[in-house]
T-cell receptor
Framework: AQSVTQLDSQVPVFEEAPVELRCNYS??????LFWYVQYPNQGLQLLLK??????LVKGINGFEAEFNKSQTSFHLRKPSVHISDTAEYFC????????????FGTGTQLKVEL | GAVVSQHPSWVICKSGTSVKIECRSL??????MFWYRQFPKQSLMLMAT?????????EQGVEKDKFLINHASLTLSTLTVTSAHPEDSSFYIC??????????????FGPGTRLTVL
């Protein structure tokens, strides 16, 4: 069985500061990894995904994530956040041959303050 | 990216009534749609997988007789919450994808439907 852990339920950060949102997964098979953002009362928007190849993945809105197989991590980073980045962020995993099913982490609320 | 819509965006109903939520892929044909449920400040929990023209596959613990799913066409799936009760109040989100030749097919998410049962 696969699972996703987001250790930080809330991350407060000042505007223009860097941020890292942590994600760890467990799986006995190869996985695909994703980060989604959710604004209040809205659906999910894909920020970035790792399917294969380069372990450093760049996404939209200046976000990037690095796949670390040995540490089973896929942490999300942004060098300088903006007020508009305030949202809920979900890490998700899908395993190869799993029919595209996604398993989500519990989410991290990023709150950007002035 | 592809667009998925949901209707209604919110609904309030009385306990005991049934509510239908529609999920549509607007600019692509969705061979598969997923239905998720999200409680306040919690993650998304997969309820069922819906394939066009076949019966939905429900996740463990999801009552299939209560949450009826129909995937009648390649652009439409519906979720009907039958005999709704206050504990069914939640945010319901669908996603859709079209199977292709790649090893992974990106899911596109709808904007969600807020259901409140009084």
């Amino acid at each position: 069985a696969q699972s996703v852990t987001q250790l930080d339920s809330q991350v407060p950060v000042f505007e223009e500061a860097p941020v890292e949102l942590r994600c760890n997964y467990s799986s006995s098979v190869s996985v695909y990894l994703f980060w989604y953002v959710q604004y209040p009362n809205q659906g999910l928007q894909l920020l970035l995904k790792y399917l294969s190849g380069s372990t450093l993945v760049k996404g939209i809105n200046g976000f990037e994530a690095e796949f670390n197989k040995s540490q089973t991590s896929f942490h999300l980073r942004k060098p300088s956040v903006h007020i508009s980045d305030t949202a809920e962020y979900f890490c998700a995993v899908s395993y190869t041959g799993g029919g595209n099913k996604l398993t989500f982490g519990t989410g991290t609320q990023l709150k950007v303050e002035l | 990216g592809a667009v998925v819509s949901q209707h209604p965006s919110w609904v309030i109903c009385k306990s005991g009534t049934s509510v239908k939520i529609e999920c549509r892929s607007l600019d692509f044909q969705a061979t598969t749609m997923f239905w998720y449920r999200q409680f306040p400040k919690q993650s998304l929990m997969l309820m069922a997988t819906s394939n066009e023209g076949s019966k939905a596959t429900y996740e463990q613990g999801v009552e299939k007789d209560k949450f009826l799913i129909n995937h009648a066409s390649l652009t439409l799936s519906t979720l009907t919450v039958t005999s709704a009760h206050p504990e069914d109040s939640s945010f319901y989100i669908c996603s859709a994808y079209s199977s292709g030749e790649t090893s992974y097919n990106e899911q596109f998410f709808g904007p969600g439907t807020r259901l409140t049962v009084l």
